[in-house]
């Protein structure tokens, strides 16, 4: 990094991808903003326009390196963009190499799944992941607490 660039500059390009600012995002990057930055929340620029489903900053912070299946505290690109419903976004990152994975597909909103489905089977990878699911669901319900009564 440029010893000219502040840490106050580091700093913007998550918020600026999360708001689809590219041109503010371009310009950081060729200042010297690393495109795999993560902000003291844990956030990627990668992760947070996928969040936002900015998929022209995503394509442009893919085309400069960054990386498609770094894991956050908020899931990697793809679990975000499946859980957000953000289906260009998901199949930007599909295309680019993502690969899915059961908890994927399990955080997958329903405007997402059946892509991450079809991609999922042509990989040969959708009954792994449906058995992953269905162990995930059952892991669940025997952790879910018993119901008790609401009213007297």
């Not at 900015?54 to 690109?77: C, D, F, Y």
């Not at 899915?100 to 079809?118: F, N, R």
């Amino acid at each position: 990094m440029p010893a000219e660039l502040s840490q106050l500059d580091e700093r913007y390009i998550v918020p600026m991808s999360a708001i689809g600012a590219s041109s503010s995002v371009a310009s950081l990057l060729d200042s010297g903003v690393s495109v795999d930055y993560v902000n003291g929340q844990g956030w990627t620029p990668l992760v947070s326009a996928c969040f936002a489903g900015h998929k022209s900053v995503a394509a442009m912070l893919i085309e400069r390196g960054a990386s498609i299946s770094q894991s956050t505290p908020h899931g990697n690109p793809l679990k975000v963009a499946c859980r957000q419903g953000h289906v260009e976004c998901v199949r930007l990152l599909l295309d680019a190499g993502c690969v899915p994975d059961w908890e994927t597909l399990a955080a997958c909103h329903p405007a997402c799944a059946s892509l991450v489905k079809q991609r999922c089977s042509a990989a040969g990878s959708v009954g792994q992941a449906l058995r992953g699911l269905s162990a995930v669901v059952a892991a669940q319900e025997l952790r879910r607490p018993a119901m008790g009564k609401v009213c007297s």
